[in-house]
């Protein structure tokens, strides 16, 4: 179970409600990785995906505007972190249409690993930045 730690909590009810609900999708990845009554696992995987993809371009398009509606120095670093993460899943969307009974577990185990680490990085650290910033601290664009 990967329930979301209060550490992640960043004292803002719009990205700690979004970022509750990629918890639950990352929830939703263990859970495929543990079922055992199901012998391909393609297409709960490639619909987990899909629906990763789709939520995560809602949350960040929010983030953005909030950070747009900021002035936020470090916006563009920011942007390149969510890039990066949407280039990832697009390639594990891109691989799931070939797995193989063989190769499958340890795809989405390593897709629970991408996520775990991402999120907690992005969260703890880029995004907990807005807040300082929110906050009055002063975060420049290379920070
Ligand atoms: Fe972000």
């Given amino acids: 179970m990967y329930k979301m730690n209060p550490d992640y909590l960043l004292g803002l009810e719009l990205m700690d409600t979004q970022h509750q609900h990629l918890f639950q999708l990352m929830e939703d990845v263990q859970a495929l990785l543990e079922d055992e009554n199901l012998l391909y696992k393609d297409e709960e995987l490639i619909e987990i995906l899909q629906g990763l993809r789709d939520y995560i371009k809602m949350h960040f398009g929010e983030e953005i505007a909030l950070m747009e509606s900021l002035d936020y120095p470090r916006l563009q670093l920011h942007i390149k972190a969510h890039n990066e993460f949407i280039e ?42 807005v807040i300082r910033f929110m906050n009055g601290e002063k975060i420049t664009a290379e920070d």
């Fill in 88 to 129: 990832k899943v697009n390639s594990f969307e891109i691989d799931a249409e070939k797995i193989s009974l063989r190769t499958q577990d340890k795809m989405i185990y390593d897709l629970m690993e991408y996520l775990k680490e991402w999120l907690k990085v992005h969260i703890l650290d880029c995004d907990r930045k």
